[in-house]
């Protein structure tokens, strides 16, 4: 099985984090603050989830030949593509629909079990803060990066088959998601549109779908 070349795998793990910088920009227009040790939290639950796909998807290659584990493998990212994209979609209309009505905030609390919740997590970020306490805390921020762990997991383990490194893919999603829940945070306080945070999370789920097109064919 071919590895995956140093530019394939910058390409993953930045789609893969976009999501990061459209999350940082809703808690940052909720005005709800993330300690640094905080982010340190989401980013290292988020790295791990990656590195624990990767594992997963380079055990579950061993079983099978080569060209059905590219194509499996290839198969997996984009369709994590896809689905970010279509969350996307969701959590901008459910804005839109909040910023008709005037909200500025989501109220309501996490329904649901397991990924369930971390799922509507992902569609509404600032429920994260679940005690209203206008920050995020330990508790929280391992919960938000569960949430941003999921897509993370999956589209590690269809790399896992193209060999990429545990290690390098372990370092790069730790300072993906560090910079870019940071800098969300700050344009979302500062910027009047939400026009970035929307498009970060849709242009990270069309390149899912490129990389796990280009994967197979290539």
Not at 77 to 85: K, S, Y
Request: proline share 1%.
């Amino acid at each position: 099985m071919r590895r995956m070349d140093h530019f394939g795998a910058f390409l993953l793990v930045l789609a893969a984090n976009l999501d990061n910088f459209g999350v940082g920009m809703a808690l940052g227009t909720g005005r709800i603050q993330v300690p640094h040790a905080s982010n340190l939290l989401v980013a290292l639950v988020t790295s791990g989830g990656t590195a624990l796909g990767l594992l997963v998807g380079r055990w579950f290659s061993g079983f099978l030949l080569p060209v059905a584990a590219r194509g499996i493998g290839a198969a997996v990212i984009a369709t994590v593509g896809l689905w970010v994209f279509y969350q996307e979609l969701v959590r901008v209309h459910r804005q839109d629909g909040e910023k008709v009505r005037g909200a500025t905030r989501t109220t309501g609390q996490l329904l649901g079990l397991g990924t369930r919740k971390l799922k509507e997590l992902l569609k509404a970020p600032s429920l994260a803060d679940t005690d209203y306490s206008g920050h995020i805390d330990a508790k929280e921020a391992c919960l938000l990066g569960g949430a941003l762990a999921l897509n993370n997991f999956v589209a590690g383990a269809g790399a896992g088959v193209f060999g990429l490194d545990i290690a390098l893919a372990f370092g790069a999603v730790l300072v993906f998601s560090l910079v870019f829940l940071w800098l969300g945070i700050k344009l979302g306080r500062t910027c009047q549109s939400r026009w970035l945070g929307e498009k970060s999370g849709l242009v990270g789920g069309l390149l899912l779908v490129a990389i796990g097109v280009l994967a197979f064919f290539f």
